[in-house]
Nanobody, 117 residues
Framework: QVQPVESGGGLVQAGGSLRLSCTAS????????AGWYRQAPGKQREVVAT???????NYLPSVKGRFTISRDNAKNTVYLQMNSLKPEDTAVYYC???????????WGQGTQVTVSS
């Protein structure tokens, strides 16, 4: 079964930057709609940013102006550029994607982002 695969998490100091990437586990499946979500310990999973096939984006208000979601269709990859990171951004970040020809959405395994103060 195809699923999104995340990469790019890690440990960074407050004010730093990270870029997360999300691609498909099988090259035969192209990403249509995608979103980045995060879940901090003891908290519910929340949507951080979404991007449509046409490139329209939406953001969680607390990350607007600091995070940018984008896509490279030639590489079948969706990115989340995170700047000015804060300790409260610490969470496991998940990619959720709908692939062309499918109606179901799929979750990746997640990547840990830790921001130290």
């Amino acid at each position: 079964q195809v699923q999104p695969v995340e990469s790019g998490g890690g440990l960074v100091q407050a004010g730093g930057s990270l870029r997360l990437s999300c691609t498909a586990s099988a090259s035969t499946h192209s990403i249509n709609f995608a979103g980045w979500y995060r879940q901090a310990p003891g908290k519910q999973r929340e949507v951080v940013a979404t991007i449509t096939a046409g490139g329209s984006t939406n953001y969680l208000p607390s990350v607007k102006g600091r995070f940018t979601i984008s896509r490279d269709n030639a590489k079948n990859t969706v990115y989340l550029q995170m700047n000015s990171l804060k300790p409260e951004d610490t969470a496991v970040y998940y990619c959720n994607a709908i692939f062309y020809g499918d109606v179901q959405n799929y979750w990746g395994q997640g990547t840990q982002v830790t921001v130290s103060s």
